[in-house]
């Protein structure tokens, strides 16, 4: 059995340095690149709209009937790209890739704006509504079968269904209540078999109540630990306020700097500090992966050009915002970069008090990516399945038995299988993207010419009905 084991953990292993290799990294950058450029720089030089439609809006009155908002659609989709990953992984970054490794972070997120925008325009775009309730639906799995004409669009639609609920097991499920038993066993020395039940139970509350308490405890949840955690970061920031000039120069001088020894003896340089920076960036705001929109599509927002703002506004909550504030507070600190460096800080500058701060926030940064998940899979399974009540009903069981195994399991396979699958739905998902883009590209000039892009039931329904593909009125 052990053989076995190390066999198939060499096997995920080995796919994961090809599935992850510099030629993955290179498309994801190249297709950023490309709708960076086709959209008019739209992350840069639209900004003011940008902020306007986006957080100028939360202090307007609601306008759709349908659907959740707009802001509670980001905030889920935040809860499943803000996770363990923007703690534990950027002090792990650090440990790889020198300082530098955030400058090249920064530099694949900026490009990732524009693809979260491109796929949260298509979710939004291809939606369908649910006849039996005021909500929408939507995601990858629909704009690539309605999108994409014939077998290929169905085919490439049922592998990423298949391939995102597998996902939600193991990104969304295992991984994130294992690290939730962890952080609080160390900090609270609570027994895993009591985190266990806990998680199961609040977890079968959420199932439960389908996709509108999914929606509205992300939009309870995700605001509120954020600014939790960025206030303890905050405090650590203040603390070692005169190493900060110095943390900084750091990021961008070794980002062009020759080899230097890095840790454990390791050489750091130029192209190590790239990979492993835009590497960490992609992990961090799943731009290209394509789960998030699923969250997106529930929104009630009209516009699937000022949805798309919510997109690249998430890119730069969770990866510029709080990957760099997590970033600043180790380097500014002092602690040897590594996966337990946030929590090296946090005791360093609040003691215990510190540590069971921060063990707090990875439970609901990972408790929010459980539930976030949880509503991506139960999609997917009613995409595949056609709304059957039998095969929904047997991914929750399987759902909460994985929240809790995971909380006993000892997981480095299960982190390989999600790299792999994380891999998988990266493919389709940007063939989708570029096939679909001249879309998105006309639809956005449009917007800023003419007014706002509103949804063709036309395309959605047949794609070779619209000329222009997509409607549009002045404001």
Known sequence: MRKEGCVIEELLDGAVRLLWGRGTIALTLLCGVYFTVCTGFLPFLRLPTIFKKTIGSLFDKPKQKDGVSPFAAVSTALGGTMGVGNIVGV?????????????????GALLGMSTKYMEVFLAVFFREKDRTARAFRGGPMYYISR??????????????????????????????TNAIA???????????????????????????????????????????????????CGCILFYFRQN??????????????????????????LLTSMRVGIARGIFTHEAGLGSASIAHACSGATSPVEQGFWGILEV?????????VTALAILASGVVPCGAAAQQAFVLVMGDTGGKMLSIAIALFAFASVISFCLYGQRCIEFLFSNNSKALFLYRLLFLAGCAAGCFLRLPLVFSLADVLNACLLIPNLAAMVLLSPKVFRATRQYFLKGEVRPCSSARSNPKRCSSGCCSSRR
């Not at 900060?244 to 340089?269: H, K, M, N, R, Y």
Request: proline share 5%.
């Open 316 to 324: 730069f909550c969770d990866t510029i915002l709080v990957c760099t």
């Open 182 to 232: 962890l952080s609080l066993q160390e900090s609270f020395s609570m027994p895993v078999w009591l985190c266990a039940v806990a998680l199961t139970l609040l977890c079968g509350w959420v199932l439960a109540g389908g996709c509108d308490r999914a929606v509205k405890t992300c939009c309870a949840l995700v605001p509120a630990m954020s600014l939790f955690y960025l206030a303890g």
């Open 91 to 107: 002090g792990a970054a650090l440990a790889l890739g020198g300082a530098g490794c955030i400058f090249w972070m920064w530099i």
């Open 147 to 176: 999108g994409i004409p014939g077998p290929l669009g169905k085919l490439l639609a049922g592998i990423f269904c298949v391939i995102c609920a597998l996902a939600s097991f193991t990104s969304g499920s295992m991984t994130q």
């Open 244 to 269: 900060l000039p110095q943390a900084i120069s750091d990021i961008f001088t070794e980002a062009f700097a020759s080899p230097v020894a890095g840790v454990a003896g390791t050489s750091v340089g």
